[in-house]
């Protein structure tokens, strides 16, 4: 059995889903068409949900006949890339998609989001972390501030920071913050997918990738596995998409007669110990 899964994600093709974590997928590039590993799937394309998606999940049906895995490449701050992608990948699976094409979980949820910024962000003592990423939404932006403190709470750093290119308070600003607090250096460490900073900043150093090509295949190569496996008992993952928004945004209430009680899908709401993405506290 095992052997017969391998060659099954084997034959897999997967095209990654960006949202504001990557610029719209352009930050993914790297991943397109690089070699797989060992028994690892193949990755064909990254694009933004919409048509773009669409086109490249159409092309990646008609080139080859094995599963077709779409990762919604989240690094936990980006519920609405889920629930677009699900939207315009639902109608594909009543089509040429049937029984091929399945929605993966998210790359990373907000835990391993921390972790991964605690690992990047290294050794502690006087110096600063900052936490950057482009600006979203209100709501994704202020999840990034969270994620902050939480890195300082669990980290080995006096200080850490939140800058948001594009958004307040920007990089410079950011910068400026650690200084006056008392910082003797900085370190700009990336919230996203793409680069720390865009543009240099002096006295500020560039800490480098969130994460190491190689480390994101491996976790899109794990959430393929775990796709494949549950399109072969005719889940594709479309519905447990639909639903990530729930929760997220301004808080609401239920009128009368509506469900207080939600049940979460499997895969979206924890990790399991062997999961590549997870990072021990």
Do not use: K
């Amino acid at each position: 059995m095992p052997a017969r899964r391998a060659a099954t994600v084997e034959l897999a093709t997967v095209v990654l889903a960006g949202g504001h974590e990557s610029d719209g997928g352009r930050d993914l590039a790297a991943l397109v068409e690089r070699r797989p590993a060992a028994n690892g799937p193949t990755v064909r394309a990254a694009a933004a949900p919409g048509r773009q998606l669409v086109e490249a999940v159409r092309s990646a049906l008609a080139a080859a006949d094995g599963p077709v895995c779409v990762v919604p490449m989240t690094l936990g701050r980006d519920p609405a890339l889920v629930a677009d992608t699900a939207r315009a990948l639902r109608w594909l699976t009543a089509g040429e998609g049937r029984g091929r094409l399945t929605l993966t979980a998210p790359f990373g949820a907000a835990e391993h989001l921390i972790g991964w910024l605690r690992a990047a962000a290294g050794a502690g003592g006087e110096g600063a972390v900052l936490v950057t990423a482009p600006a979203a939404g209100p709501f994704e932006d202020a999840e990034l501030f969270r994620i902050a403190r939480l890195v300082r709470q669990y980290g080995r750093h006096r200080w850490v920071e939140v800058a948001l290119a594009g958004g307040d308070p920007d990089p410079a600003a950011g910068a400026e913050r650690c200084r006056l607090l008392g910082a003797r250096e900085v370190t700009a460490v990336p919230a996203s997918f793409g680069p720390a900073l865009r543009t240099a900043l002096p006295g500020v150093r560039d800490g480098g990738p969130l994460l190491r090509p190689s480390a994101i295949a491996g976790v899109v190569a794990a959430r393929t596995a775990a796709a494949v496996h549950l399109l072969g008992h005719g889940e594709d993952g479309i519905a447990a998409g639909l639903d990530a928004e729930h929760g997220h945004g301004y808080a609401h209430s239920h009128g009368p007669g509506e469900g207080r009680h939600h049940t979460h899908p499997h895969g979206h709401s924890h990790q399991h110990p062997h999961d590549p993405a997870h990072i021990p506290h």
